[in-house]
């Protein structure tokens, strides 16, 4: 933890449900808000910024859940898997190539250009693993985007 830095008083849990001294967090505005002010530090902890400062969040995992998961055509063959994320109003294409299963195979990927870590739902889960394949070696698992395959990285169980 960074010495300097408070605590905010907001917790985050494993479900990406946020609290403020006890209660929870709901209103949309609000959260949204939050969001846009999140930093993820290089010690993997997360802060609120704005123009009084800077505070630290206690969060059990990450603060974003992929909710949904769907699969989108288009005409030229091309396809993608677009995202929802719990308390976010918008859609992200999913970038393939940041799916990684962590420890007890949760399975993660990378949102809002990279910059943050985002952990599936079990629901989301069972929407993506649709798409999954299992390698020729049958070690690992991928997933196929218009012929194309995108390995899932293996955490390893940390």
């Not at 002010?37 to 290089?42: C, D, G, N, Q, R």
């Not at 010690?43 to 998961?69: M, S």
């Amino acid at each position: 933890m960074i010495a300097e830095l408070e605590p905010c008083g907001i917790r985050i849990d494993e479900n990406g449900d946020w609290f403020y001294d006890g209660s929870k967090i709901f209103r949309p505005g609000i959260l949204e808000t939050l969001y846009e002010k999140l930093e993820l530090l290089p010690t993997g902890e997360y802060v609120l910024a704005d123009q009084r400062g800077r505070c630290l969040l206690e969060v059990a995992d990450t603060p974003f859940v992929v909710t949904r998961v769907d699969l989108e055509r288009d005409t030229s063959g091309g396809e993608r898997i677009v995202i929802a994320l719990k308390n976010i109003s918008r859609f992200e294409a999913l970038d393939p190539r940041t799916l990684q299963a962590g420890k007890d195979n949760v399975l993660y990927c990378r949102t809002d250009g990279g910059r943050f870590p985002a952990r599936f739902s079990r629901p989301a889960y069972y929407q993506l693993a649709e798409f999954v394949g299992e390698d020729e070696s049958g070690r690992g698992f991928f997933i196929e985007l218009a012929g194309e395959r995108y390995p899932i990285k293996m955490d390893g169980g940390s």
